[in-house]
């Protein structure tokens, strides 16, 4: 199972857990954001942003996250609502058909589509969860 803990707002980035290494960003970080996000996660290994703010995502800040080891992922949490949970859990289901996809020869890039037309994760999450698993 993977937990992704979905942040919110910038007020939200003093309270995480410092063993948080997936977070998906629901609002437009800023460098500064990035920066106290760092600081907050020390083992943070993956930042998911929605599209939009993706595009619009400063270099500085991203190639400030890619010095830090940590991968900037395209996507979104569909469906997920933060006043029931914090985390977006993806369903160990999912892993597994990934894992058989791989076992089977399937290319990375096959697999993000079938997978992410199959859930609702985005074709660049799936491509993240390839690449870990290899």
Not at 62 to 69: A, D, R, S, T, W
Request: aromatic share 6%.
């Amino acid at each position: 199972m993977l937990k992704i803990r979905v942040v919110s707002s910038k007020k939200e980035i003093d309270e995480l857990n410092r063993n948080e290494q997936m977070i998906h960003l629901a609002f437009r970080a800023s460098n500064t954001d990035i920066f106290r996000l760092l600081q907050a996660c020390p083992r943070l290994r993956a930042i998911q942003v929605p599209s939009s703010y993706y595009k619009t995502m400063s270099h500085a800040g991203q190639m400030f996250l890619e010095m830090q080891g940590v991968d900037i992922i395209e996507g979104d949490v569909w469906g997920h609502r933060k006043d029931i949970d914090e985390y977006y859990t993806v369903d160990d289901k999912v892993i597994e058909r990934i894992n058989n996809l791989q076992s089977e020869g399937m290319s990375a890039d096959d697999i993000a589509g079938r997978v992410s037309r199959e859930s609702k994760l985005s074709a660049s999450m799936v491509k993240y969860m390839v690449k870990q698993t290899t």
